[in-house]
């Protein structure tokens, strides 16, 4: 059989829209493939119609047990567009995060399986840009790996940490009164501005690798009219963490003085292995590793850069993908010998 093609898998993907809830095409078309290059494959049922796809190296019987896993995830973020070539690159939704990676990572695998090194096998989640559902249900799958390594787009450098996400919601509550008799109302839009402000002033953790916390207000709401005083507000703040969630949870409790404090989600921030011979680097964002412990130490590694992934231009550089994959066959025949 004919080695992967590279350009070929990430287009064949990257052209079906799998924008997080909508993974069912993409993961029949992968299980498809790999079924036809004599993979043991296996659908893990996620919902009624998604499900993560676990494959191991032809010739060997499901069940397996691999030294090292190669992971990503193949659903993307909305709106998709299909692929294209422009010279060197890429594009099309999920080129750079992680259908390209994806394919890459097939590619490491088939060579390594072609030159006779079994002990390395393939996890493909989905859901991973809204809550990491699909990895959370493979980590139940893991059958006593040793190393994973999750691909997102490093640039192809390893990573040393990457941060942790902690999302609060902080709701204020007021009394309703006719905007030409404030006196008579109490503005919960007023609350919330103010705990908003005197959230600017809290110390936050810092670390001498992941750098200091910091955090985005990314929704606000309240109110019902303009000349109705505000009977309720609220605002959702993301901290990217660098220690303990706990620690900024504690930081921000003077705040509940003007607001109840609701907790949505917490990642916890996450230490890496590297291997020699890898530029290495601290990533701010959150991947499904937190939510995969059970499938061995993990890594970091992937093509692209994380600053056109989500765009509406995101790509990937070809000559990116095959060096990922050559890096992908080094850094996995590094871990077999530890």
């Not at 299980?31 to 032809?58: H, M, S």
């Not at 190669?70 to 070539?85: E, M, Q």
């Not at 985005?216 to 505000?230: C, D, K, Q, R």
Request: glycine residues 8%; aromatic residues 6%; contains cysteine.
């Amino acid at each position: 059989m004919d080695p992967v093609d590279l350009v070929s898998l990430t287009r064949a993907l990257v052209d079906i829209d799998s924008t997080t809830g909508r993974e069912g095409a993409a993961g029949r078309r992968l299980a498809d493939y790999l079924r036809g290059r004599g993979c043991a494959v296996v659908e893990q049922k996620v919902d009624d119609t998604r499900f993560n796809v676990i494959a191991g190296p032809p010739n060997v019987a499901s069940g397996f047990s691999p030294t090292v896993v190669f992971s990503t995830h193949f659903d993307c973020v909305p709106p998709f567009f299909p692929s294209r070539i422009e010279g060197d690159c890429l594009y099309g939704r999920g080129s750079c995060d992680a259908k390209g990676i994806l394919a890459a990572q097939v590619a490491a695998a088939d060579r390594l399986w072609r030159d006779g090194e079994t002990r390395v096998g393939l996890l493909f989640v989905v859901g991973e840009e809204r809550g990491s559902d699909g990895a959370r249900i493979a980590n139940d799958a893991a059958n006593g790996s040793r190393f994973l390594i999750d691909g997102e787009p490093t640039d192809n450098r390893l990573g040393l940490a990457t941060r942790g996400i902690l999302r609060l919601k902080l709701r204020a509550a007021g009394r309703a009164a006719h905007s030409s008799f404030p006196e008579l109302g109490e503005s919960a839009i007023d609350k919330l501005i103010d705990a908003l402000i005197e959230l600017r002033s809290i110390p936050l953790p810092d670390d001498p690798v992941l750098g200091h916390t910091h955090y985005t207000i990314g929704l606000i709401s309240g109110g019902v009219a303009p000349n109705v005083v505000s009977a309720s507000a609220d605002a959702e703040v993301m901290f990217r963490t660098v220690s303990d969630a706990a620690e900024v949870r504690r930081a921000v409790t003077p705040l509940e003085r003007r607001v109840t404090i609701e907790h949505v989600l917490d990642v916890p921030p996450v230490r890496l292995k590297t291997v020699p011979g890898f530029d290495a680097a601290v990533f701010p964002y959150t991947t499904d590793i937190p939510f995969l412990a059970r499938w061995g130490e993990p890594l970091l590694f992937g093509p692209g850069s994380i600053h056109v992934a989500h765009t509406a231009d995101e790509f990937v550089s070809i000559a990116e993908l095959r060096a990922a994959a050559d890096h992908y066959v080094t850094i996995a025949r590094a871990l077999v010998k530890l």
